[in-house]
């Protein structure tokens, strides 16, 4: 049995009460609220939903999966009735199974109602009293917030679902969850609870509804294609996959973008947003962020703007070129008329510390010289020197990697890089309104002027090494290839955030002390994460115009490309003379060849899995397996000619549509067969 806190003993007697609530309540709810968090905190919103929903509760009982600190666990016990903690298996499901089974059914059905619901979404958006008021007046068996409906199947979603006496003291509830099977992945969860528990009760002819449910012409998940429309209608509850929903889906969806969802948030309800944010950039990554949420601000030109206070500023820049240097006194012209920064630059030799304090007379509060080093590493080696903390904002600038001394590539970057970053008054306004928002930590450029995550194959050639670092650093699920890090580490910070990271890259750096600056740049917007803050993009106006109009050429040149692949394609399928049923004929001995090898690797593991228990009949593995080799190099043979022409990335309707459709499935039935052979996905 799981470890249980020093909370008050539950009482399942129907005529005793359990105190904690408040007794203005009508119905007798006894409420099991499921919890999870893979870092074992209990976020401020948990916190906020539990003592908004604890008023509509004669018990609630918190069943957690997992352990949480011991700051969560007190937050937990001070306002349930009682807090469980067993081992973090089953999902939410296996939570609410031991919940039932330490119950017992009978102790259930002594109250008038039994709510189970679980930590995915936010609370109170709206009156959860309305809510509650006008479902208890309701006469169903068992009631949710909302619903999911398609074409096929309409149900109660699980994170919230309210079961009646009528149905939690009949056999059909005991068998209900006497004949839950394990529950090993979200799908058996989704397959065997939330699916399965409307359907089962209302075939037993229990009744439901629920308090927002799907509109008439609407489908699917509502709670993702329509959060907006459930705030309008006075939904109490918003589920954050709202947030986090993969983009593209959320287009297929014809659903609001993540970004509009938190704005409607902020401007319509009296929720604190700022629950949700910090939640949000602790759990998610920090590029699934910024694509949702859309962290990115274009800044305005600035003309007639009043000036925004950066407060103390310091500068710190990183130059090895003096050729470089005049580029830096131009493009940081705006910030040190403006502001007092006090400029720490590292130079490469003493003549190059001569030239700094002339062209900056009176600005620079120091120098150093020094070998080459990352900009990254420039920046913290000064933390024994300076304390950062003692700046509201920081400044990191420097040269950028790649040995380039060309002019015009200098002279690009300079105004790309910092002119999103300081580049006039309009761009330092927006720098320091920025920053008004506590929930942001960083501010930083796009990746390039085409604003997208090309990195130069940087993540590919030390990707092992940064996943290194981010493991010894705590920082977890670091995607592929993020595009989100500050380019050359130019960015703005917050003085104290800086001073906390000084810290983690001395870790970072290890015993070796090597300049791995680079690396830890990668990972600045996830450690800022951890810590709740993000990371946010600034691009000037003139670098967004730009950066539209080199899309809408590369956009342009791309249909051009396809238009040369299509009637490239189009030669090549006509001096082939293929047909569309010569394709169809193709196709289907493809299918069966690949049935037939799927059945005989079967088989052959079967032979296997007997030869290595000792089994006489297992000698035939061996031959089974070669076989099925040659039949895997014959329907390779087969396919090639019919590959070669399929593999083109044709797109676009017309004639050949057929054709396309049957590319698509001999690709898959080839990636299928090449995995059933053990030989890993098709290149």
């Known amino acids: 049995m799981g470890r249980q806190s020093q909370a008050k003993t539950i009482i399942p007697s129907a005529v005793e009460a359990c105190g904690g609530g408040d007794m203005r309540r009508s119905v007798r709810r006894l409420g099991v609220f499921l919890f999870w968090d893979p870092q074992e905190i209990v976020h401020d919103y948990v916190k906020v939903s539990l003592a908004a929903l604890r008023p509509f509760f004669e018990t609630l009982i918190v069943v957690v999966n997992g352990q949480v600190d011991r700051e969560g666990q007190d937050d937990l016990a001070a306002v349930a009735d009682q807090v469980w903690y067993r081992e973090n298996t089953g999902f939410d499901v296996g939570g609410y199974k031991y919940a039932v089974d330490r119950l017992g059914v009978e102790a259930i059905a002594a109250y008038d109602e039994f709510v189970?619901?679980?930590?995915?979404?936010?609370?109170?958006?709206?009156?959860?009293?309305?809510?509650?008021?006008?479902?208890?007046?309701?006469?169903?068996?068992?009631?949710?917030?909302?619903?999911?409906?398609?074409?096929?199947?309409?149900?109660?979603?699980?994170?919230?679902?309210?079961?009646?006496s009528r149905l939690t003291g009949s056999q059909a509830f005991a068998d209900y969850w006497a004949a839950m099977p394990p529950i090993v992945s979200i799908d058996d969860s989704i397959e065997h609870h939330e699916k399965a528990f409307t359907a089962f009760f209302a075939a037993k002819g229990f009744s439901w509804e629920v308090a927002f449910p799907t509109e008439a012409g609407e489908f699917g998940n509502i709670t993702i294609a329509s959060p907006i429309h459930q705030m309008m209608d006075g939904c109490p509850t918003l589920k954050y996959r709202a947030f986090t929903f993969p983009l593209e889906s959320l287009r297929h969806r014809e659903a609001p973008y993540p970004a509009r969802t938190m704005d409607h948030v902020r401007r319509k309800t009296?929720?604190?947003?700022?629950?949700?944010?910090?939640?949000?950039?602790?759990s998610t990554s920090p590029t699934v962020i910024a694509a949702n949420l859309q962290t990115v601000t274009v800044a305005s030109s600035g003309a007639g703007e009043a000036a925004a206070s950066l407060g103390r500023v310091g500068l710190f820049l990183n130059v090895v070129d003096t050729a470089a240097l005049g580029g830096f006194v131009q493009a940081l012209s705006p910030l040190v008329r403006r502001c007092a920064a006090a400029l720490h630059v590292r130079v490469a030799s003493a003549e190059m510390e001569a030239e700094v304090r002339r062209v900056w007379p009176g600005a620079v509060a120091a120098v150093r010289v020094g070998e080459t080093a990352s900009n990254v590493a420039a920046l913290f080696a000064?933390?024994?020197?300076?304390?950062?903390?003692?700046?509201?904002?920081?400044?990191?600038?420097?040269?950028?990697?790649?040995?380039?001394?060309?002019?015009?590539?200098?002279?690009?970057?300079?105004?790309?890089?910092?002119?999103?970053?300081?580049?006039?008054?309009?761009?330092?306004?927006?720098?320091?309104?920025?920053?008004?928002d506590r929930a942001v930590d960083m501010v930083m450029s796009p990746l390039s002027p085409y604003l997208d995550g090309d990195d130069g194959g940087f993540w590919q050639k030390h990707r092992h090494d940064i996943r290194r670092m981010a493991d010894h650093l705590g920082v977890r699920g670091l995607e592929e290839a993020s595009g989100l890090y500050a380019p050359h580490a130019a960015f703005w910070m917050r003085g104290d955030a800086v001073a906390g990271l000084a810290d983690a890259y001395e870790t970072a750096r290890g015993e070796g002390g090597a300049d791995l600056g680079e690396h830890f740049n990668r990972l600045l917007p996830a450690l800022l994460a951890k810590r709740g803050k993000l990371a946010w993009r600034m691009v000037s106006a003139d670098n967004a115009a730009q950066a539209l109009a080199a899309s809408a050429w590369t956009a342009f040149r791309s249909s051009e490309v396809r238009i040369e692949q299509d009637r490239e394609l189009e030669r090549r399928i006509a001096g082939l003379q293929l047909t569309n049923e010569d394709l169809e004929r193709a196709l289907k001995a493809a299918r069966t060849r690949i049935s037939q090898a799927r059945t005989e690797l079967q088989q052959a593991l079967a032979d296997k899995a007997a030869l290595e228990a000792g089994q006489e009949t297992g000698r035939l593995a061996v031959a089974e397996n070669r076989e099925l080799r040659l039949l895997h190099n014959r329907t390779v043979e087969e396919l090639a000619t019919l590959r070669r022409v399929t593999t083109d990335p044709w797109r676009g309707g017309g004639a050949f549509a057929p054709l396309r459709r049957a590319g698509r499935s001999v690709k898959r039935a080839w990636r299928r067969l090449n995995k059933a052979a053990g030989k890993g996905p098709s290149t």
């Open 116 to 164: 189970l619901l679980n930590y995915t979404f936010y609370a109170p958006l709206a009156d959860l009293g309305a809510m509650f008021e006008r479902m208890d007046a309701s006469g169903v068996d068992f009631w949710g917030v909302t619903d999911f409906k398609d074409t096929r199947q309409n149900f109660v979603q699980s994170y919230f679902i309210a079961a009646r």
């Open 270 to 282: 009296d929720y604190d947003a700022g629950l949700m944010v910090d939640h949000l950039v602790r």
């Open 382 to 436: 000064w933390a024994d020197e300076v304390d950062f903390r003692g700046f509201d904002l920081v400044l990191s600038l420097g040269e950028f990697a790649g040995g380039r001394r060309m002019n015009a590539w200098l002279d690009n970057r300079l105004s790309f890089y910092v002119a999103n970053l300081a580049g006039d008054d309009g761009v330092l306004n927006a720098v320091a309104r920025q920053f008004d």
